[in-house]
C-alpha cells in the first residue's frame, strides 16, 4: 500500500480497547464495576479517556473488550458512544468475552481479548491496530504514534513514559538504543535500564501498542498456538517481536495534547484509592495540571440531562457555598459548607454540613450537620446525619476503609453496618 503522507493514517486505523480488568487495588469502587467504568473528574468514566483521545486523533472504528463486573460499563458505553455511524465508515462494538472460540474459554490475557474477535476486526478491513488500556487518565494524539510507526518501518510501536528510572520498576520497561529501537522489554526490574539520552530516566509501557493489522493477526495466531503462552501483549507478543522484529518505542511527550494552561504531559494511574482521590482533587487547583476545559481536545461521555447545581440559604453556619471545588449538574447545596472537594451529579448536601478535601459520586445524599474530611464517597451512599469523618485515623479505620495515605473509603454497606 502507497502512503499518502498528506492523508490521516488515523482514518485507516481500529482503535481496540481491553477494558476487562478487575482494578482489585481500588477495593470496593470495583465491586460492582470494571475499573474502566469507575466515575472520574465529575462527568465521565475513566474508560472515556482513552476513546475520547481515539476519537480526537481522527479515528472512526472503535472496539472495546470487556470482561468483569462489565454491566456498568457496557449501559455506559451504549449510552455515550453510540452516535458513530455505519454510513459513515465508522463502527463501535462492545465485545464481552462471550465464549466465541471455545464454549469453555473466556479471555485468558490481553493478546486472547483481541485473537478471539479476529474475524471481527478483519470484516472492518483497518490499515492499522491500536491497542489502548482503558484505565488511565491522559490525553494524547495517536496520529503522531502511527505516523512514527509507518516513519520507521516498525513491527510494533510501543507507547512509553519516562520516568524516573528507581521508579521504573513497577513497569514493563524498554531498553533502547539511541534511535528509541527497543533492544530488549524488561517487566518490572529491579534495576530499570536508564535512556541512552538520559539516563535517570527509564522507558516504561503504557499499554498502547501499534501494528500494521495483518502482522498482529499473524502474530496473535502464532501465540494462540504456543501451549506455554499467557495470552498477554507485554509477556508474550512484545518480547516475541522485539526478539525476532523491529520494536520501536514512542515518547509520550512526542504526541500528548496540552492546552496553554497544563505545564506538563499527564499521565495518571488512577488504580489504587490514593491516586484516585487525588487525579480527582488535584482538578480544585485554580491551575489543574490535567484540563478539562479544553475545547480543543473533549472529553466524550454519557452527559444526562440535568438542572443546574443549586446553593441555597445565606446564614452564618448555615450557608450554601463551595469553595476551589467542582459541583456537577442536579446538586443542590443546602446550607452546607464545601470546600476543595469533587461531587458529581445529583448530589444532595444538607444544612450545617461541612465537606473538604471530598470525592462524592453520583446520587449520594448528605445529612445535617455531617463532618466529612479527606473521603471517597461510592456511588449512591446515604451519609446519615452528624456523621463524622476524618477527625479520629483510629474510629475511621474500624468502621470504613482507610488508604495508606489515610483516605476513607465510603460506601453503603459500610454505612449500613455503623450502630449511631
Not at 494462540?224 to 503462552?229: L, Q, T, W
Not at 475511621?396 to 449500613?416: P, W
Amino acid at each position: 500500500m502507497v502512503i499518502n503522507k498528506n492523508q490521516p493514517l488515523a482514518r485507516d486505523a481500529m482503535a481496540y480497547v481491553l477494558a476487562g480488568g478487575r482494578g482489585s487495588r481500588l477495593k470496593e469502587l470495583t465491586d460492582r464495576r470494571a475499573k474502566p467504568a469507575v466515575y472520574f473528574g465529575g462527568k465521565t468514566r475513566i474508560i472515556d479517556f482513552a476513546l475520547s483521545n481515539a476519537l480526537n486523533s481522527g479515528i472512526r472504528r472503535l472496539g472495546v473488550a470487556t470482561q468483569y463486573k462489565a454491566h456498568s460499563l457496557i449501559r455506559h458505553l451504549q449510552r455515550g458512544w453510540n452516535f458513530l455511524r455505519p454510513e459513515r465508515n465508522e463502527s463501535f462494538d462492545i465485545l464481552p468475552a462471550s465464549q466465541r472460540v471455545s464454549e469453555t474459554q473466556w479471555y485468558e490475557g490481553t493478546a486472547d481479548a483481541v485473537y478471539q474477535n479476529i474475524d471481527i476486526i478483519e470484516a472492518y478491513g483497518p490499515e492499522y491496530m491500536i491497542i489502548l488500556a482503558g484505565d488511565h487518565i491522559y490525553k494524547m494524539d495517536y496520529e503522531l504514534m502511527l505516523r512514527q510507526h509507518v516513519d520507521a518501518g516498525a513491527d510494533v510501536t510501543v507507547g512509553c513514559l519516562e520516568v524516573p528510572r528507581m521508579e521504573a520498576s513497577g513497569f514493563g520497561v524498554m531498553h533502547v538504543d539511541k534511535k528509541d529501537n527497543i533492544i530488549s522489554f524488561i517487566e518490572k526490574p529491579a534495576d530499570p535500564p536508564g535512556i541512552p539520552d538520559n539516563p535517570n530516566f527509564a522507558l516504561a509501557s503504557m499499554g498502547i501498542y501499534v501494528f500494521k493489522t495483518g502482522f498482529l493477526m499473524e502474530q496473535l495466531r502464532r501465540d494462540a498456538n504456543e501451549p506455554e503462552s499467557s495470552r498477554d501483549f507485554g509477556k508474550d507478543i512484545i518480547p516475541h517481536i522485539v526478539q525476532h522484529g523491529k520494536a520501536v518505542a514512542h515518547r509520550f511527550t512526542k504526541s500528548c495534547v496540552r492546552s496553554t494552561s497544563e505545564a506538563a504531559p499527564y499521565w495518571r494511574d488512577v488504580g489504587t484509592v490514593d491516586a484516585y482521590w487525588e487525579a480527582n482533587i488535584d482538578l480544585t487547583d485554580v491551575i489543574p495540571e490535567l484540563d478539562l476545559y479544553d475545547r480543543d481536545w473533549p472529553i466524550w461521555t454519557y452527559s444526562e440531562l440535568t438542572p443546574p447545581a443549586k446553593f441555597v440559604h445565606d446564614e452564618d453556619g448555615r450557608r450554601g457555598q463551595a469553595i476551589s471545588s467542582l459541583v456537577s449538574g442536579d446538586c443542590i447545596v443546602s446550607g452546607a459548607s464545601l470546600r476543595r472537594s469533587l461531587i458529581f451529579t445529583g448530589a444532595r448536601i444538607n444544612s450545617y454540613a461541612t465537606l473538604e478535601d471530598v470525592v462524592m459520586l453520583p446520587a449520594c445524599h448528605v445529612g445535617r450537620k455531617a463532618q466529612l474530611k479527606r473521603v471517597v464517597i461510592d456511588h449512591g451512599v446515604h451519609i446519615p446525619e452528624g456523621l463524622v469523618v476524618g477527625e479520629d485515623p483510629e474510629l475511621d479505620a474500624k468502621r470504613f476503609r482507610v488508604s495508606e495515605k489515610g483516605i476513607c473509603l465510603i460506601t453503603q454497606d459500610m454505612i449500613n453496618r455503623l450502630e449511631l
